[in-house]
């Protein structure tokens, strides 16, 4: 079900969902984007978001983790190591944070594959265009972006 | 120096550098990208990578900091305090991870303004589009992507 020539097109897949919490949007930008709106919720509130926001790097961080998890609950489900496990991405296109992340959303991410296409260079793998959505339960839309994968084509 | 009508075109700036260790791959992966090839340097042998590798989502995280830590510095050798410091990124494009990572494998993080252009529906802003590059000292290309960041212009 999962090589490259059995993945379905147009199809959403919910992945799973990340809340953002005050201490975790602090956990992350201390580490990596210490900006007072994200690790400082009184500075926060003077500055031009006017409260404490998730780092956009902890937004978009929160997918491949999620990605990850859902690859392992198929492969439960399907009773096999997943062909695709080790495929790497070649990258992210369009990347666009539409509005702040506020502590306590819990933001739900999904992707449709949007194109797949032959990848020359490595015939023995397919290039998968995914898009990619993190959306409150109400449909508002807080992140997107696409993601290219290689994904390992069908043994002949 | 640091308004929107200031930044300067087509000129190289180096953020700084980092050096991704055995110990911070495996901590980040852990922690947001949970694949043998990033957590399990003796798994990671078995992997296509034939080896551990530095998740991508890590080396693209390691750009945020180095940005901040850039406009801090700059910050205190004008004097003042940046008028872009609250700036917020729309987003980012073609994010390309070209090379696997090694341990022990330091990156030199750059950017180039390739691009000023005004955002109609908030005319106080700017935006500059960012060439951005991590490369090791030889010049070998690891990571590219395309920064956007919306820049307060200078007060009439």
Known sequence: MFWFEDVPMNERVILGEYTFTQENIIAFAT???PQPFHTDPEA???TAF????????HT??????LMIEYREKMTHILGEDMPNRSAVSPGLRQVR???PVRPNTTLIYDFTT???KDWPSRPQLGLVERACDARTADGTLYLSFINLALLKRRPE
Chains 1, 2 share one sequence.
């Open 31 to 33: 580490k990596f984007d």
């Open 44 to 46: 926060a509130k003077h």
């Open 50 to 57: 006017k409260g404490q926001v998730a780092s956009g790097w």
């Open 60 to 65: 978009l961080t929160a997918w491949i983790k």
């Open 97 to 99: 944070w539409h509005l």
């Open 114 to 116: 949007t194109a797949k």
